[in-house]
């Protein structure tokens, strides 16, 4: 069955490697050696290279490799009413490694200005490639999660339903603003539904005073109630994996203890999972996924590192998932993005795009 909709039998998770020159403007512009102006033009053209690029290995979507990014998600969040980015007292802790020290607090009620930054960056985007643009956002899970209630000021919200009630509606209000900025296809990315399946998380979790057994029914509710303003002709995906920061990974464990609420509770269009290493258990929670029209995006090559997989490899792996979930059903992805912060994981940009080439060929090969 051809590609007609998103998401497509091969498709990408977002982000990209940060190119050469980007990264030295970037630099240069942190010095104060270059202008916001002269570092959006270096932005401008390295978005419109690394678009043409995806075009030419075959892909129906493109997405702007998250280049005016430092974070996957800070940089969204930074930029919403009545939250503050603010250097903490530590980083994120991955298997390894631990990332810059950065979080986040909810210091005013919350809402989506119409000002939004990310507007723009998708409008250019949408401007300047000839297939489906693709633009990602992190979930608002991922806003609570991580600092939990703590992080919220107790005199904006002292109680956690209105709260969520308005990360809803502000979620609601992104939504119909990237669809009138022309956005038809529109991913929120979520690690949290992978971290829900992982003790030391949940147990972490615990310890910062949150009722994880009730996570995945609040955070399920706050996003149907944003996906109610979703127009019929938009598709919507959610990308969950377990990590991604220089080839390194947070969690472990498999989907089974949220599969059935993220693929039959969530009003998403399709799944985007992690499916390359056995952190990811076993596809046995593919059975969860309603007969029809939604998708899972099967995360079977990696980003994590430079050596290519084998087709047959991955054609074992998705005739496998396909005894979980009908084929027509199915598509292929890398696990992840390429670059979930500005440092990128640990492999060439040749690489990276083989990698791209190689799904669009199984796809080709298995959905003709």
């Known amino acids: 069955m051809p590609d007609t909709t998103a998401p497509y039998r091969a498709d990408e998770v977002g982000s990209l490697l940060r190119t050469a020159p980007l990264k030295e403007a970037r630099a240069k512009r942190e010095k104060g050696e270059i ?71 909810v210091v005013g009620k919350l809402d989506f200005p119409p000002d939004h930054p990310m507007l723009e960056h998708f409008k250019f985007l949408k401007a300047n490639t000839r297939v489906m643009p693709k633009m990602t956002i992190p979930s608002p899970a991922v806003m609570h999660f991580r600092n939990g209630s703590k992080a919220i000021d107790a005199q904006v919200y002292p109680e956690l339903e209105p709260y969520f009630d308005d990360l809803g509606r502000l979620y609601g209000k992104a939504i119909k603003a990237f669809y009138d900025a022309g956005c038809r296809y529109l991913q929120i990315d979520d690690t949290v539904w992978a971290y829900l399946c992982s003790k030391d998380e949940r147990e972490q979790a615990k310890a910062r005073g949150e009722d994880v057994d009730r996570l995945p029914a609040v955070y399920a509710k706050t996003l ?145």
């Open 35 to 105: 202008t916001p102006a002269q570092l959006k033009a270096v932005e401008d053209e390295e978005i419109r290279k690394i678009v043409r690029k995806q075009e030419d290995v075959g892909l129906k979507l493109a997405t702007d490799g998250e280049f005016r990014r430092t974070w996957w998600h800070f940089d969204f969040f930074e930029d919403l009413t009545g939250v503050e980015i603010y250097r903490a007292e530590q980083g994120i802790q991955f298997k390894g490694i631990q990332t810059q020290a950065r979080a986040l607090r």
């Open 224 to 368: 149907n109630a944003a996906l109610k303003s979703k127009p019929a002709d938009m598709t919507i995906t959610t990308h969950v994996c377990r990590g991604n920061f220089r080839s390194h990974w947070i969690s472990e464990g498999g989907y089974e203890p949220v599969a059935e609420q993220l693929l039959a509770g969530i009003d998403y269009d399709g799944f985007f999972l992690e499916y390359d290493t056995d952190r990811a258990g076993g596809l046995e929670p593919l059975r969860f996924l309603p007969k029809g029209k939604k998708r899972v995006v099967v995360g079977l090559v990696t980003s994590k590192t430079g050596a290519l997989e084998k087709k047959d490899d991955i054609k074992r792996r998705l005739d496998e998932a396909s005894k979980y979930a009908p084929l027509e059903q199915l598509c292929l992805s890398p696990q992840c993005g390429f670059a979930s912060t500005e440092e990128g994981n640990v492999l060439t940009e040749d690489e990276q795009w083989a990698k791209l080439r190689l799904i669009v060929d199984i796809a080709r090969e298995v959905w003709n």
